[in-house]
């Protein structure tokens, strides 16, 4: 089949969660047989290329309120004019672009990552945009997958007649990496908790700020990642962290994977996803995980790490505490959720699951 991916930023060069999503599917789609164009946006990358994706650059207007929809508008009347057999949007801004595909006659597919209009740094007008967009994904596509579990749910009970598909994020199994890099932030092993994420409000990382001033400890807290068109919230976390947190900006794949291996725990205080990448990766690595009670890391944590009440910081005061206070139960906590992802959350049957989609339609 010939596929065309839009709404990331692109590939080859990791900034969320669709990013890496399309990173980790489309070469495996390529070495399924099939041939993958991904359209990014052209600040983005240079390469034209990646590991056999091909790689189209569209320009955009960088903006935050139109980066997204200006390039997923030009990428779709390019796809409209090529060979291709299905158009495969993400998420739900590129999502209101899907009946131009299918007034074309293209069968077309949308992944669902989260309910965008949900998140705090929209405004009123960019959230109800949004929330089109959600209709526009269950209505018009030929096929909607969604990531979780409690999307489908949603889904289901929100657009009864949709074609909807669970089909979850995967994690890359990688080995254990040693403290190297580590050390020029003072890091060794097991002696930070760490947060990975785009620092944006839903994601709750003033929580975290709240919550570990609030405990008397020698574990340091670590926190990886940048802002998305959030540089007033960013901002605000350094200074109210100034002291109590050591903030790395945005992180390498590599460094990634050393401070995802070497960290006494992984925290997710968020308060909505689509299925957290970013957890996944925290325990295919073995580590324990403190998350936040809403359903999508419900799901997956389950039995094997620790919830807290959902933007209360005072509860994700006491978990850290008791997780602190207790090693073998982390230990053990982190053993159980590295099992559990690797058997329950692989790319290679996510590449699988979405080529039968495909198929289903076509």
Same mark, same amino acid.
């Given at each position: 089949?010939?596929?065309?991916?839009?709404?990331?930023?692109?590939?080859?060069?990791?900034?969320?969660?669709?990013?890496?999503?399309?990173?980790? +599917?489309?070469?495996? &789609?390529?070495? %399924?047989?099939?041939?993958? /164009? #991904?359209? @990014?946006?052209?600040?983005?990358?240079?390469? $034209?290329?990646?590991?056999?994706?091909?790689?189209?650059?569209?320009?955009?207007?960088?903006?935050?309120?139109?980066?997204?929809?200006?390039?997923?508008?030009?990428?779709?009347?390019?796809?409209?004019?090529?060979?291709?057999?299905?158009?495969?949007?993400?998420?739900?801004?590129?999502? +209101?672009?899907?009946? &131009?595909?299918? %007034?074309?006659?293209?069968? /077309? #597919?949308? @992944?669902?990552?989260?309910?965008?209009?949900? $998140?705090?740094?929209?405004?009123?007008?960019?959230?109800?945009?949004?929330?089109?967009?959600?209709?526009?994904?269950?209505?018009?596509?030929?096929?909607?997958?969604?990531?979780?579990?409690?999307?489908?749910?949603?889904?289901?009970?929100?657009?009864?007649?949709?074609?909807?598909?669970?089909?979850?994020?995967?994690?890359?199994?990688?080995?254990?990496?040693?403290?190297?890099?580590?050390?020029?932030?003072?890091?060794?092993? $097991?002696?930070?908790?760490?947060?990975?994420?785009?620092?944006?409000?839903?994601?709750?990382?003033?929580?975290?700020?709240?919550?570990?001033?609030?405990?008397?400890?020698?574990?340091?807290?670590?926190?990886?990642?940048?802002?998305?068109?959030?540089?007033?919230?960013?901002?605000?976390?350094?200074?109210?962290?100034?002291?109590?947190?050591?903030?790395?900006?945005?992180?390498?794949?590599?460094?990634?994977?050393?401070?995802?291996?070497?960290?006494?725990?992984?925290?997710?205080?968020?308060?909505?996803?689509?299925?957290?990448?970013?957890?996944?990766?925290?325990?295919?690595?073995?580590?324990?995980?403190?998350?936040?009670?809403?359903?999508?890391?419900?799901?997956?944590?389950?039995?094997?790490?620790?919830?807290?009440?959902?933007?209360?910081?005072?509860?994700?005061?006491?978990?850290?505490?008791?997780?602190?206070?207790?090693?073998?139960?982390?230990?053990?906590?982190?053993?159980?959720?590295?099992?559990?992802?690797?058997?329950?959350?692989?790319?290679?049957?996510?590449?699988?699951?979405?080529?039968?989609?495909?198929?289903?339609?076509?």
């Amino acid at each position: 089949m010939k596929i065309a991916m839009i709404g990331a930023r692109g590939i080859a060069n990791r900034y969320g969660g669709i990013e890496t999503h399309l990173e980790e +599917l489309c070469p495996r &789609l390529v070495q %399924m047989g099939h041939e993958v /164009t #991904v359209f @990014t946006r052209s600040y983005f990358t240079k390469a $034209r290329e990646y590991r056999g994706v091909n790689l189209t650059h569209v320009p955009t207007i960088k903006t935050k309120h139109l980066d997204t929809l200006a390039h997923s508008f030009l990428s779709t009347m390019l796809a409209l004019r090529a060979d291709v057999d299905v158009v495969h949007f993400h998420a739900l801004g590129p999502s +209101l672009f899907t009946p &131009l595909a299918r %007034m074309a006659g293209k069968k /077309t #597919v949308v @992944t669902v990552h989260g309910l965008d209009w949900q $998140r705090d740094k929209w405004g009123k007008a960019a959230s109800w945009f949004l929330k089109q967009g959600e209709y526009a994904s269950a209505k018009f596509p030929t096929a909607t997958i969604v990531v979780s579990k409690s999307l489908q749910q949603y889904y289901r009970e929100h657009y009864p007649n949709s074609n909807v598909f669970y089909v979850p994020n995967g994690v890359a199994v990688s080995s254990p990496v040693p403290p190297r890099r580590i050390r020029q932030f003072g890091l060794g092993k $097991r002696d930070y908790m760490l947060f990975v994420g785009r620092l944006t409000p839903e994601k709750g990382c003033h929580l975290l700020m709240d919550a570990y001033r609030r405990i008397r400890t020698e574990v340091k807290l670590v926190v990886a990642g940048g802002s998305a068109h959030t540089d007033g919230y960013a901002e605000s976390l350094r200074r109210n962290g100034n002291g109590h947190a050591l903030f790395l900006g945005a992180v390498q794949p590599d460094l990634l994977g050393e401070l995802y291996s070497n960290a006494y725990l992984f925290v997710l205080p968020s308060l909505m996803e689509g299925l957290s990448i970013c957890l996944l990766e925290a325990m295919s690595h073995g580590l324990c995980v403190v998350a936040s009670n809403i359903p999508a890391n419900i799901e997956v944590v389950e039995q094997d790490g620790l919830v807290f009440v959902a933007g209360d910081h005072s509860s994700l005061a006491d978990t850290l505490c008791r997780a602190l206070n207790d090693p073998n139960m982390v230990y053990q906590l982190g053993a159980a959720a590295k099992q559990k992802v690797r058997q329950e959350y692989d790319w290679d049957v996510v590449a699988d699951q979405t080529e039968a989609v495909y198929l289903s339609i076509l």
